[in-house]
């Protein structure tokens, strides 16, 4: 059952690392066996030279406290807000170890590659390891993003850094030194102790927190201030390849304030010392976003303050920012490990993720950064795609879950059978059920906010992890409003459909249906990943960039019009109804067809063949929106309207 795989896990755990404390110090007071020696007095040292950072290649020299004899070092795996064993190691490159003047040889573990053993020479206190990262210039998605530009840079301590197997990276004390290229400006939540100009300096603080302050660098740098005047300080360095897209309008500054005074109203306190939303602007990179308590690395299209319907679209600095009280500061038993080896477990990531992506796009609706129009859009392609989701069939949405750390890398090719990481939008749908559920049970006296404010908020704290187990939410919620909240939550994690849960939306007011008019939200996203939507017509999802081998599909839902006529994910349109393709003439067709016996008729290439294939269809375009139910209240609006006190326009920005 789910809710006791998190709570034996944290159980096993607690225990395995007591016995091996135990016998570490068993054998170091015995046999003299070394182990780590890095301590507030005597930390390690991590001086990194981003110098060549438009190079892709990233310096960096480890000075570390040892003792003599065995010792083994080792390459962050598991890699926190990814939730999968994806650190880069194979692009860690020219690893020399030396100590007392002499080189040191090192092996490689023959079954953990991410495992260096070395021996220590007896009159050796301190090793030096030099080595480098070099970063992907181009993205491969099975490769880690790549991590700098010709004009900027953003650093993951994770990447430059080795430590000593063992010991709780929170037992670690570095002290991290920066070097950036000439004229490069800079912005990191991590203390800064000094900054000479060429190198910055940070403050002593434990492994943990070093990996989990990355720090943006670039030679356009500039930040805006969300709280001002205000403690603790939230701000946003944004860098772009040029100055150009650094110019967000007064408004777009305003919703960001906003969203700030939303978390405020929404949770009762913070978690962090500082926040520092690390934004870069750039289509050099493709979009992403991970989480950190003080801190989110926010990677978005290069005209994101310049068009008005990315910014309007996007849920990202929102959905980040949530993660600092959900993910961070409380964390899942699985998720809560003491090293950047030990395996994560994501059984309770619709709750970390789920909940997240919810309160993503409720607080940027909340906040006048989404539009309510883009909001129901938003809510009715994902209501609409789970719905028509065959994989549900065979995988619940608790296996996307538990499996979370081989999906991510997964391509989208045969995508609705597979599923993908669903707990993140199905999240959206099953919290918005919770949260009507809340209100209707309690007569709207109580909401979902009411348990954030109690799970997530407390007192103000400096960072630090609180884990939960399935069965702390359930007690948590029924706090809030006495319920079958664990056989409403097994009831939907467990589910084989058919169909997605989409009771949150009638609750709410709302329904799903299909017109022939294009998806507000989709039609932007469709702009900004190329991409053409015609999953609920034809059951075809395209990648059109408009290039003559660029062009194929992505999915085929199965017994779908194009699945029947035996196209497949791979396969390249060539023609539509005998005349080259493109996205407008496909649609034309759809259109056209609706009034017509005939079938549209796709030539296709398959590898080194061509066939034309004929899709009997006749049922129009169809793109999914919500319409409201007669007779019910509009409590959607009721959700998402702000909360917190209107924060004034800024004079100017
Ligand atoms: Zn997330």
Redesign the pocket.
Known sequence: MVRFRGFQGALLFSRTNAYLSFLLIFLIVVFGIPCFAQTAQNPARLDVDLSDAPRHIFHAKLTLPVSAGALTLVYPKWIP?EHSPTGPIGDLVGLKISGGGREIPWRRDDVDMFAFHVDVPKSVNSLELSYDYVSPAENDRMREPPSSTAKLAILNWYMVTLYPQGPKTDDLVYVATLRLPPGWKYGTALPVAKDSGDVIEFAPVPLTTVIDSPVIAGACLRDIDLSPGETPPHTVHAVADGPAPLQATPTEVQHLRQLVAETGALFGARHYRRYDFLLTLSDRMPPD???HHESSDDRTEENYFLDSGLFERSELLS??F??SWN?KYRRPAGLATPDYQTPMKGDLLWV??GL??YY?VMLAARAGMMPMTIFREYLASTAAYLNDRPGRTWRDLQDTATAAQILYSLPPEWGSWRRSIDY?DEGTLVWLEADTIIRKKSGDKKSLDDFCRSFYGGANTPPKVVPYTFDDVVTALNQIQSYDWRGFFTTRLESHGPGAPLEGLDNSGWKLAFTDVQNEYEHIAEVADQEVELQFSLGLLLHAPGGEDGDHILDVIPNSPAAKAGLAPGMRVVAVNGRRWNPDMLRDAIARAKNSTEPIELLAQNGDFYQTYKLDYHGGERYPHLEPLNGKTDLLSEIAKMKAAAVPLPKTD
């Open positions: 807000g976003g991970v989480e959905h980040e949530t993660h993910g970390y993720e997240t992506q993503g993140y």
